[in-house]
């Protein structure tokens, strides 16, 4: 009778742990294949409700060329904010940036958008230096400066890119966001990412293929 007990537990251990083995594998086979959209600033997932488009905007790129929402019209887009003279977050921000103009270099439909969050010192001329530094293609990537108010504004009500502002709502604090932000062609927010992180970058890669893949 010991012995049978034994054998039944050791059948019950075996199919355990193939049963295990198996829904691991499923679950790794999963293929993610829609993304959802983001329509608040508490970024809760909404399948199939797109509410939240970028407002309109008007700002200069590094070489003095008006950036409006017509410039990412039927693009794909990836937007941050930075600052020139940034010595923490921002090079790692600028760096992963770079990687993902130079995956894409070779599709029109794939761009990016860096915004200053020190328009009263990241002139024009400092930002060209800083995209020339960068080997920033200017067909691909556009650095934008402006007026503050509707920089911040942006930030704030169209990017959901300033987590104190959702706490505090105190407008005098200065943004400084890791957030990589993923638009789609229509203008709606389909994803946030940690822009200082390569593993994140790499997730924002992969849902780049999914939104190309989108009708």
């Given at each position: 009778m010991k012995l049978n007990r034994i054998y039944l537990l050791l059948l019950l251990l075996i199919s355990c742990f193939f049963s295990c083995?198996?829904?691991?594998?499923?679950?790794v086979s999963v293929e993610i294949t829609k993304l959802p959209y983001f329509n608040s600033a508490d970024f809760t997932?909404?399948?199939?409700?797109?509410?939240h488009k970028i407002p309109e905007f008007s700002f200069v790129n590094q070489i003095g060329v008006e950036v409006t929402n017509q410039t990412y019209k039927g693009k794909i887009y990836i937007?941050?904010?930075f600052f020139t003279s940034c010595p923490g977050i921002c090079p790692k921000l600028t760096k992963n940036m770079a990687d993902i103009q130079d995956t894409y270099?070779?599709?029109?439909?794939i761009m990016l958008l860096s915004h200053t969050v020190m328009p009263w010192r990241d002139s024009i001329p400092l930002l060209k230096e800083y995209a020339e530094k960068h080997q920033v293609n200017v067909d691909k990537w556009h650095l934008v400066t402006g007026d503050k108010d509707q920089l911040y504004?942006?930030?704030r009500i169209g990017y959901f890119a300033d987590e104190d502002f959702a706490k505090t709502q105190d407008e005098n604090n200065f943004i400084h966001t890791e957030n990589f932000i993923l638009v789609d062609k229509q203008g709606y927010i389909r994803g946030v990412y940690?822009?200082?992180l390569p593993i994140d970058v790499e997730r924002l890669k992969r849902h780049i293929e999914i939104l190309k893949r989108e009708v």
């Open positions: 083995k198996n829904q691991s594998k499923e679950a997932p909404e399948w199939d409700t797109p509410k937007a941050d904010f270099k070779d599709e029109t439909d504004n942006i930030a940690n822009g200082t």
